[in-house]
Antibody, heavy 116, light 111 residues
Framework: EVQLVQSGGGLVLPGGSLRLSCAAS????????MHWVRQAPGKGLLWISR???????YYSDSVKGRFTISRDNAKNTLYLQMNSLRDEDTAVYYC??????????WGQGALVTVSS | DVVMTQSPLSLPVTLGQPASISCRSS???????????LNWFHQRPGQSPRRLIY???NRDSGVPDRFSGSGSGTDFTLKISRVEAEDVGMFYC?????????FGQGTQLEI
């Protein structure tokens, strides 16, 4: 069974940093495209980052240059390093697995609150 | 980016009655391989999204057959034949044909 278990959310000051983790089981993170999707309070879903099987990475304009997606194959874990956080980054962040141009599995979500 | 437009944004329904949600894309979602990568997700309050439908009309394992998807090109529909209490929440369409993936604004189903 595919499972994605997230950790690492919390409260952070504007300008601060936070790292989210997403531990996978039931499949290998390096064998599939993996995504981060976020959802601001009361809002819809927004894709923010992807890592391909070859390690190439992609970002939305809203996070490019501040966020870094990565994975640890030995730990079968996906990460999102978030730097220079802004108020508007406040959201629930979901890791997700891509399967054939779709998202078929989601983590439970991690709330990130950026506030002074 | 491809814009996905859902309607209605709010859908009051009666238990046991049918419901329908429309999703329109700003570009055709037919891919060069002949497939159309249009998905539907359901998100209950406080939960992660769950995929219901992929490639327009294919139901995921465990999804009740009261859910059905249809459409082609730029116009797509999710239908619920008989709404049940567990269907409350948000429904989102998402396209995977063009990069980046984009979602509709969501439709709030209320009973």
């Amino acid at each position: 069974e595919v499972q994605l278990v997230q950790s690492g959310g919390g409260l952070v000051l504007p300008g601060g940093s936070l790292r989210l983790s997403c531990a996978a089981s039931g499949f290998t993170v390096s064998s599939d495209w993996m995504h981060w999707v976020r959802q601001a309070p009361g809002k819809g879903l927004l894709w923010i980052s992807r890592i391909n099987t070859d390690g190439s990475t992609y970002y939305s304009d809203s996070v490019k240059g501040r966020f870094t997606i990565s994975r640890d194959n030995a730990k079968n874990t996906l990460y999102l390093q978030m730097n220079s956080l802004r108020d508007e980054d406040t959201a629930v962040y979901y890791c997700a697995r891509d399967f054939h141009f779709s998202i078929d599995s989601w983590g439970q979500g991690a709330l990130v609150t950026v506030s002074s | 980016d491809v814009v996905m437009t859902q309607s209605p944004l709010s859908l009051p329904v009666t238990l046991g009655q049918p419901a329908s949600i429309s999703c329109r894309s700003s570009q055709s979602l037919r891919y060069s391989d002949g497939n159309t990568y249009l998905n539907w997700f359901h998100q209950r309050p406080g939960q992660s999204p769950r995929r219901l439908i992929y490639k327009v009309s294919n139901r995921d394992s465990g999804v009740p057959d009261r859910f059905s998807g249809s459409g082609s090109g730029t116009d797509f529909t999710l239908k619920i034949s008989r709404v049940e209490a567990e269907d409350v929440g948000m429904f989102y369409c998402m396209q995977g044909t063009h990069w980046p993936y984009t979602f509709g604004q969501g439709t709030q189903l209320e009973i």
